[in-house]
């Protein structure tokens, strides 16, 4: 048996949130010499992810997973933890006021 752990990217199509999960990977032999694998989240047996995932955020099963390390290469992907502070500076439009008549 051989056990390895597998962090898997993932993106929503519905509301452009990114995560990741994190699994357990065990490759198995069978008495016969056939191979298999089982995916663990948490110690439970779970499907692969690519066989679908739903979003904790909206619940869409539009889910897709990226490249195993995609969002280290791709910090941009992932949201802030906190939302960006508003700009305090006051909004000048840039059309002149017409006069009054």
């Known amino acids: 048996m051989e056990e390895f752990h597998r962090t898997v990217p993932f993106?929503?199509?519905?509301?452009?949130?990114?995560?990741?999960e994190h699994y357990i990977v065990r490759r198995l032999d069978d008495q016969h010499g056939n191979a298999g694998?089982?995916?663990?989240?948490?110690?439970?047996?779970?499907?692969p992810p690519l066989a679908g995932a739903i979003c904790p955020r909206c619940g869409s099963p539009q889910a897709a997973t990226?490249?195993?390390?995609?969002?280290?290469?791709?910090?941009?992907?992932?949201?802030?933890?906190?939302?960006?502070?508003?700009?305090?500076?006051?909004?000048?439009?840039?059309v002149p006021r017409r006069p009054a008549y």
């Open 11 to 20: 993106g929503c199509r519905r509301c452009w949130h990114v995560w990741e």
């Open 37 to 47: 694998e089982v995916w663990l989240k948490g110690e439970v047996c779970v499907p």
């Open 66 to 94: 990226f490249p195993e390390g995609y969002l280290a290469h791709h910090p941009e992907a992932i949201p802030p933890a906190e939302p960006a502070t508003p700009d305090p500076t006051p909004l000048i439009s840039p």
